[in-house]
T-cell receptor, first 112, second 114 residues
Framework: GDSVTQMQGQVTLSEDDFLFINCTYS??????LFWYVQYPGEGPQLLLK?????NKGISRGFEATYDKRTTSFHLQKASVQESDSAVYYC???????????FGTGTKLQVVP | DAGVTQTPRHEVAEKGQTIILKCEPV?????LFWYRQTKIQGLELLSY????????DGGAFKDRFKAEMLNSSFSTLKIQPTEPKDSAVYLC????????????FGPGTRLTVL
């Protein structure tokens, strides 16, 4: 079945550090891949989305590239800020229209 | 446009009570989801509706959890009877039709069962 894997449960960085969060997926369908971000007290919200047509998504300084060969969809940012502290979810959607598969989430804490 | 609305934002219940959580999706969205979120289990799908028809009903939650879509703009999640292990944040989300579209989440209802 369809699945998505995030191995990093928590990441702690200092401001201006480089961020890299791993995500791998498995599906027999054409995937659409999402990163959602959740701030305390709020529901998750879309950060960026990538389809097989465009391969890369960029939003608010974050970037993710879809790699079909390695079935990966890592999230990265060159220089994190304290305001980026949140939980980040890698999500797999498939065009069959079923519900989307959420990863277990990575809690990012950025310290000044 | 209004986003997804959830009420109440907080609910405290005694063990054995019946509680009903409410959700209003984004206008025009055909798909509606209920999730449970805990620190240990993360996000777990409870129910998925498409055009008011139940498409997925999370197997582990069938016995005491029942979601309904009374019309295209209103959904409820009933937990009966509540147990302390039900303490969690319950999230509602909606989207247009299709797995390639983003979900819009509400702010959630934090349930505490004593």
């Amino acid at each position: 079945g369809d699945s998505v894997t995030q191995m990093q449960g928590q990441v702690t960085l200092s401001e201006d550090d480089f961020l890299f969060i791993n995500c791998t997926y498995s599906t027999t369908w054409y995937p659409t891949l999402f990163w959602y971000v959740q701030y305390p007290g709020e529901g998750p919200q879309l950060l960026l989305k990538v389809t097989t047509a465009n391969n890369k998504g960029i939003s608010r300084g974050f970037e993710a590239t879809y790699d079909k060969r390695t079935t990966s969809f890592h999230l990265q940012k060159a220089s994190v800020q304290e305001s980026d502290s949140a939980v980040y979810y890698c999500v797999l959607g498939v065009n069959s229209g079923t519900y989307q598969r959420f990863g277990t989430g990575t809690k990012l804490q950025v310290v000044p | 446009d209004a986003g997804v609305t959830q009420t109440p934002r907080h609910e405290v219940a005694e063990k054995g009570q019946t509680i009903i959580l409410k959700c209003e999706p984004v206008s025009g969205h055909n798909d509606l989801f209920w999730y449970r979120q805990t620190k240990i289990q993360g996000l777990e799908l409870l129910s998925y509706f498409r055009s008011k028809s139940l498409m997925e009903d999370g197997g582990a939650f069938k016995d005491r959890f029942k979601a309904e879509m009374l019309n295209s703009s209103f959904s409820t999640l009933k937990i009966q009877p509540t147990e302390p292990k039900d303490s969690a944040v319950y999230l509602c989300a909606s989207r247009g039709t299709g797995g390639a579209l983003e979900q819009y989440f509400g702010p959630g209802t934090r349930l505490t069962v004593l």
